[in-house]
């Protein structure tokens, strides 16, 4: 261990232990009644179910309002879930990889369609913001751009958010990109703009845990 370093919390390593972690966490129910950040996450035609997983572990982190799974996005198993058996399995198995634990922790509602929800959420005075690269992007940094309650609108790997979502969003930011790779993964994006709009709005007061 460098000589420099502060006195370790743990006997092994400086840095906390998963059990010192857990520790931390409150019970399943008294997480359920904390208060949750204003913004919700919409998954327009995301095809990959590692995605899935990230994103919805990337929510349960920035304690989203609400994850929405739209179109062919895949989702866990419900009680009232249409789909053959093993197609719900192997969802459900697929995501839960790189979920890990986050998913009985994320609101999350599966629809058919983007568009109608995306009105659904507008008439409720959310603010749409869809992360693309686009002729009207912002740069996501930019101050006072983010009015919520909103929700972020994140499209298919390779086509990106639909026309007619972009054309319903209020807002469109871009994350810039300084390699020559064209863009960022979509979990990688979520994160990056969740966590600059919880830095813009003081985290909406939550604390961390």
Not at 20 to 29: C, D, F, I, Q, T
Not at 33 to 54: K, T
Not at 145 to 151: D, F, K, S, T
Request: neutral net charge; charged residues 20%.
């Amino acid at each position: 261990m460098h000589p420099n370093l502060p006195p370790p919390p743990s006997p092994q390593w400086p840095a906390l232990t998963t059990a010192e972690l857990v520790g931390r966490k409150p019970e399943s129910g008294v997480f359920a009644q904390l208060p949750r950040a204003s913004i919700s996450v919409v998954l327009e035609d995301v095809r990959s179910l590692a995605n899935v997983g990230l994103i919805f572990r990337v929510c349960d982190a920035l304690r989203v309002e609400r994850l929405y799974l739209c179109g062919i996005t895949g989702h866990p198993a419900s009680s009232e879930d249409p789909r053959p058996r093993h197609v719900q399995d192997r969802a459900e198995r697929e995501i839960t990889k790189t979920a890990v634990m986050a998913i009985p922790f994320v609101p999350w509602e599966y629809h058919e369609s983007a568009i109608a929800l995306l009105r659904r959420l507008r008439e409720h005075g959310q603010q749409l913001v869809a992360v693309e690269q686009a002729h009207s992007s912002v740069a996501y940094t930019e101050a006072g751009i983010y009015r919520p309650p909103l929700a972020l609108i994140f499209g298919h790997e390779r086509a990106g958010v639909t026309t007619a979502a972009l054309q319903a969003a209020d807002l469109c930011v871009e994350v810039p990109v300084f390699g020559m790779a064209n863009s960022l993964n979509v979990a990688m994006a979520c994160s990056v703009v969740g966590y600059e709009i919880l830095r813009q709005h003081r985290a909406f007061g939550l604390q961390p845990l």
